[in-house]
């Protein structure tokens, strides 16, 4: 069955500074979707990527698809307290007549003031 | 103001018993799904349905029941055979066909059962 495995499990940064998360897949990726949930609330989403090699940008966050379609990265710029919260990716599952995301375990980011 | 609505925020519960957790959205989305989410495991399908009347269990069913006898609502019971029911539930919908970035989340709702 497919996998996606995020690290790191938990970040904790200064404010300002620049950090990145890592979205891996034992399989190759249709859809990578990226998301952001507040702590105790629902998810917002961020950005999607379908391409190899794809790269969107939003405000100060930066998602990428690996060329292979495996692997993701989502990169803040200058960090700031709003960024705080658990960072999560989704795969398009890919299942025939299905419409449901695969998620991963979850990045949970601090950013200190 | 279109969204996604649970109820309540927080529930508790006596181990043994049964207990529904409501979702209602005014978006007029035909699918809705039910999620669950415990730390460090991400979120994990529980039942989807695409229209009124139909669902289909997600990745962890046992222990749980749905229906959807209205298309703005999706309730889910956990039921007593859930040996581990604690844990954050979130609800979501999008419309028939969308792709997965117009899946709205709902607040969630946080079931404590001892």
């Known amino acids: 069955s497919q996998e996606l495995e995020q690290s790191p499990q938990s970040l904790i940064v200064q404010e300002g500074k620049n950090l990145t998360i890592n979205c891996t897949s034992s399989?190759?990726?249709?859809?990578l979707y990226w998301y952001k949930q507040k702590y105790g609330e629902g998810l917002i989403f961020l950005m999607m990527?379908?391409?190899?090699?794809e790269e969107k940008s939003h405000e100060k966050i930066t998602a990428k698809l690996d060329e292979k379609k495996q692997q993701s990265s989502l990169h803040i710029t200058a960090s700031q307290p709003s960024h705080a919260g658990i960072y999560l990716c989704?795969?398009?599952?890919?299942?025939?007549?299905?419409?449901?995301?695969?998620f991963g375990t979850g990045t949970r980011l601090t950013v200190i003031p | 103001d279109g969204g996604i609505t649970q109820s309540p925020k927080y529930l508790f519960r006596k181990e043994g018993q049964n207990v529904t957790l409501s979702c209602e959205q005014n978006?007029?989305?035909?699918?809705m799904y039910w999620y669950r989410q415990d730390p460090g495991q991400g979120l994990r399908l529980i039942y989807y349905?695409?229209?009124?009347?139909?669902?289909q269990k997600g990745d962890i069913a046992e222990g749980y029941s749905v229906s959807r006898e209205k298309k703005e609502s999706f309730p889910l019971t956990v039921t007593s055979a859930q040996k581990n029911p604690t844990a954050f539930y979130l609800c979501?919908?999008?419309?028939?066909?969308?792709?997965?970035?117009?899946?709205?989340f709902g607040p969630g709702t946080r079931l404590t059962v001892t």
């Open positions: 978006l007029n989305h035909d699918a």
């Open positions: 990527l379908q391409k190899g090699g």
């Open positions: 349905s695409q229209i009124v009347n139909d669902f």
């Open positions: 399989k190759t990726l249709y859809g």
């Open positions: 979501a919908s999008s419309p028939a066909g969308g792709a997965f970035h117009e899946q709205y």
């Open positions: 989704g795969a398009d599952r890919r299942q025939t007549g299905a419409n449901n995301l695969f």
